[in-house]
């Protein structure tokens, strides 16, 4: 089963969603799946640098502290998924593109999900600056792959065509807010829903797929790659 995840890496819910997601896969370990991390930018024209985080919430929303509730239930929400925030960490607001860059290199490495969760991590976790190229250098070298590799992709142009791609694919799905789950291309849903929603889409898309297999071979894998 495919499953391509639309999402920003500055975006507190997608972590949440990051965190639902695997816990429903825990409860369906016999579904063959395959996870696609795929970019939304949600604040493309930030400078390249990124900025200072109170002074971008400052001038974005007016108030500094306007989310100050819903951050006290997004920590209780991720210490039920063993996710940490800590948002007074966080001193930068990154252009996110280069994050996006390198969980993009990584799949060519097989290790997509575990940069996306690292990146994802460093940032809500640790408040590190997602944004520059060497402290993504830094998280790529830290999951046991070569740093000097990543620093060049961050920056590579290819790769940011790419992401320009899938975000104006994403714009023709009318897919308009993150996270967005989309399972075998036929169901999907925009939200860190609760788990029982992800359990549904898992069921219905394994149900899909093992009914429109030929005779015989739903038995052995209910997947469609």
Not at 33 to 42: I, K, N, Q
Not at 206 to 219: E, L
Request: charged share 25%; with cysteine.
């Amino acid at each position: 089963m495919l499953i391509e995840v639309y999402s920003d890496t500055v975006c507190p819910w997608c972590y949440v969603g990051y965190g639902r997601l695997h816990a429903a896969l825990r409860q369906r370990p016999a579904l063959a799946t395959e996870v696609r991390w795929l970019p939304f930018e949600l604040n493309p024209d930030l400078p390249v640098a990124g900025m200072d985080r109170a002074e971008y919430m400052q001038q974005r929303f007016g108030d500094v502290n306007r989310f100050a509730k819903a951050q006290g239930m997004l920590r209780d929400l991720g210490a039920e998924l063993g996710l940490g925030f800590d948002f007074d960490a966080i001193r930068r607001m990154p252009n996110t593109r280069r994050s996006h860059a390198l969980i993009a290199w990584s799949a060519s490495k097989n290790r997509q999900g575990d940069i996306k969760r690292r990146v994802l991590e460093a940032y809500f976790g640790a408040g590190r600056d997602i944004g520059d190229p060497d402290v993504l250098a830094a998280l790529a070298a830290e999951a046991g792959l070569d740093a000097a590799e990543a620093r060049a992709a961050v920056d590579d142009a290819a790769l940011h065509a790419a992401i320009e791609q899938l975000e104006q694919q994403a714009r023709s799905w009318q897919v308009s807010g993150v996270p967005t789950f989309i399972f075998d291309r036929r169901y999907a849903f925009s939200g860190a829903q609760p788990l029982e929603v992800f359990l549904q889409a898992l069921d219905a898309a394994a149900r899909d797929a093992t009914a429109a297999a030929p005779a015989g071979a739903g038995d052995t894998d209910a997947s469609c790659r």
